[in-house]
């Protein structure tokens, strides 16, 4: 089961023994008995699935999904005795809740979305997980839909063995639709892309900000044109592997631009918000911490060299440009600031530009093969409508409701194409160009590289300590810009 664990989350490296391991025995017991297998290797992966998936996965920072819950809401009325058997402390379920024992991930935002095509489905579930005693964060009741009823029961582990591995799989299908198309298109890609075309538009060669900025956006517009071309187009591959294409994917993309704020960009203050800053285990949490203070550090260090009151900051109309072209880019959103009065707040901005392309781009790109290399862990669509009653599924029905060969073929390829990274690669803080050529700043680089260096070994010895090892936010595989 831990080995099922490491097949799916590892880093690339460490991973590969164990899963060819487990490729071998998977088709050991297929040359003997085909179906059998295919359950077993199904079952194995549940567990995966059921394990610490919404801790350290590849798309760990969806708003609008796992956080920290005290209260259930009325859309989703668990009880005590659903899940009692689930919970491990002897505590009642509000005893839990209340304990901050309880997650809830909510895929809300895909509720109506029509799908592309008659033989996709859609749906927008609500995951309840549980931290238990051996600090795993657990699902612990699942509802395939927003709307709780009779058509839409609450499926719970304790439930026959397929109604509860579907349930998952379609938690996992709507993740793969959100991490996608929000998680990572609009709130890395999308999103960089704006800060570049402000800073073109706004910023001249010789700006501080300019120079300082110009290493994160290296070949962002580029990749962005060839997604636009042949990932998200209307016949490009996200159609053919994913629920939603074309204008639906549109549609989508704008109903999260609708809640997208500047904030929640801003990483101590998301993982407060979300109330995931004690959950045990959470490397994401705790290496991004590392990273955005790093980033924020030298930024400051630029900042002070070129700005010696808030006044030159509020006084500086490129700046001032620049952070308002920037709500033009994002459609004249209320949720970004529309002028920065002081140099804290330029740091701040400026930060979370960085910290976008570079940090968090890494850690919801790097893993899609880890993640959605096993089709079942992370279907890109599904095939059969969610099922609303319980005892009605079985196998079968299960691996027709996953994606057909030809679909999972061109899911393998692509993600595993996107987790590529050249071979001259620029990782966090290498600024070869030297756009700078001042002193002081050429001191701040050296200084942040060095910082860079510390955290990357304070994650390699953490990292030789854990059975999974979790690298994606590891400084030394961070590249400077959205570039994938
Ligand atoms: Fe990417």
């Excluded at 023994?17 to 025995?25: H, S, Y």
Aim: proline fraction near 5%; include cysteine.
């Amino acid at each position: 089961m831990q080995h099922s664990w490491e097949w799916t989350q590892g880093c690339k490296d460490g991973q590969r023994g164990v899963r060819q391991a487990q490729e071998d025995r998977i088709s050991r017991r297929q040359r003997t008995n085909p179906d059998e297998d295919q359950t077993s290797a199904n079952q194995k992966q549940s567990a995966v699935r059921g394990n610490r998936h919404f801790q350290n996965r590849a798309e760990p920072r969806a708003a609008m999904r796992d956080r920290k819950c005290m209260r259930l809401p009325d859309k989703f009325p668990v009880t005590h005795e659903m899940v009692q058997h689930s919970l491990k402390r002897g505590l009642t379920l509000q005893e839990e809740l209340q304990a901050g024992n309880i997650y809830i991930a909510d895929y809300e935002i895909l509720q109506g979305v029509p799908v592309s095509r008659k033989d996709r489905y859609l749906t927008a579930p609500i995951c309840l997980l549980y931290n238990n005693e051996l600090d795993q964060m657990m699902p612990i009741a699942i509802q395939l839909s927003q709307t709780p009823g009779e058509m839409s029961p609450i499926f719970l582990p304790s439930d026959n063995e397929y109604d509860w591995m579907l349930a998952k799989m379609w938690v996992k299908s709507s993740d793969f639709n959100v991490h996608q198309l929000i998680i990572h298109l609009l709130k890395t890609h999308l999103l960089s892309e704006v800060f570049e075309m402000a800073m073109y538009r706004q910023l001249s060669a010789v700006h501080p900000v300019y120079k300082l900025l110009m290493p994160h956006v290296r070949f962002t517009i580029a990749i962005n044109a060839e997604a636009r071309e042949n990932l998200i187009s209307e016949d490009g591959i996200y159609s053919r592997v994913g629920s939603i294409s074309g204008a639906e994917l549109e549609t989508l993309v704008k109903k999260a631009m609708e809640t997208l704020t500047y904030k929640s960009l801003c990483f101590p203050e998301d993982i407060k918000v979300r109330g995931v800053e004690d959950v045990p285990k959470y490397y994401y949490r705790d290496d991004g911490m590392k990273i955005w203070e790093t980033i924020n550090w030298f930024v400051s260090t630029v900042v002070t060299i070129y700005y010696d009151s808030d006044e030159a900051v509020q006084k500086d109309v490129e700046i001032q440009g620049f952070v308002k072209d920037v709500v033009f880019g994002m459609n004249y959103t209320d949720h970004f600031p529309k002028s920065l009065e002081s140099r804290e707040q330029l740091v701040e901005y400026l930060t979370v530009v960085i910290f976008t392309a570079s940090a968090q781009h890494a850690a919801v790109n790097f893993g899609q093969f880890d993640w959605y290399g096993w089709i079942p862990n992370g279907p890109s669509t599904m095939r059969k409508p969610p099922p609303q009653q319980k005892d009605q599924v079985d196998m079968k029905y299960i691996m027709e409701s996953l994606p057909d060969r030809e679909c999972a073929r061109e899911v393998l390829g692509t993600v595993w194409a996107l987790t590529r990274t050249e071979s001259n690669e620029r990782y966090l803080g290498m600024y070869p160009d030297m756009y700078f050529t001042e002193q002081p700043v050429e001191e701040a680089i050296s200084h942040f590289q060095q910082k860079l260096e510390e955290v990357t070994n304070i994650i390699k010895s953490r990292n030789e300590e854990l059975t999974l090892a979790y690298c994606y936010l590891s400084p030394d595989k961070i590249p400077n810009s959205v570039a994938i």
